[in-house]
């Protein structure tokens, strides 16, 4: 899922106000996740309801923030590829139109649904390989706006759509976390717009401070691995586990 969109609500429970250790905690869940196509959010989202704490957008961002900064580091190479530019750039573009055009719909959507979609997304095969191509950004962005939804991994999407299109999967995968940049960035100046002008309620920085760097940290330990598995284009265990994690966030509601 895209940072800044709001996920499911605590509906029917209690509700608690997020202390440090909850903040650490989802830290950690945030960097161990965030790399793998299984959508962190949606992690996120069912930890806060299990939990029983409330929920806060810049919280969110702050703790994409972190791993952002250890991709950063990872990818500092990648950085300087200037032929990606014009791609990213254009890869951006769709999802402009395509939040404001989703934006009424996914307030208060479940995610287990949208963790089904992404097992179906990562189940799909890959496309005879031929070169990479300026124009495809416009799909592999369309694909990334899909994952507003909450629950639907953002690079599920587009690593899966840069497949399907016949890219490297060494490719697909550095291009589709490159593209997480700008998003990231993106949403935290929405919603920082948004906390400025509504004023919002912030989170403590003590908070603030030991979700971004438990996020950065872990995020930092957990990287390497990541993109191992992901080149080595072996993506049905996360299609499988997505599979299960959503049919789980679905009977619990009504069970």
Known sequence: MIPGVASSSLVGRPIFYMNVFHAFLLGILQGATEFFPISSSAHASLFRQWLGIEGSLVFDLILHAGTMCSLLI???????????????????????????????????????????????????PAATMRSVK??????????QGLALFPGLSRSASTITAAKRLGWPIEEAVIFSFLLSIPATCGGMCLEGYKAIS?????????????????????????????????????????????LLLGIFAIVRIYV
């Open 74 to 124: 990872y990818l500092r190479n990648e950085l300087f590829v200037t032929r990606r530019y014009k791609a990213i750039c254009l890869a951006t573009l769709p999802l402009i139109p395509i939040y404001f055009a989703l934006k009424p719909f996914i307030g208060s959507l479940n995610v287990g649904f949208f963790l089904i979609v992404t097992a179906g997304i990562l189940f799909l």
């Open 134 to 143: 300026t124009k495809d950004s416009l799909l592999i962005g369309a694909a």
């Open 198 to 242: 509504t004023h919002a309620v912030l989170p403590p920085l003590s908070i603030c401070l030991v979700g971004f760097g438990s996020a950065f940290l872990v995020g930092l330990c957990v990287i390497r691995l990541a993109f191992k598995l992901l080149m080595s284009g072996r993506f049905l265990f996360f299609a499988w586990y997505c």
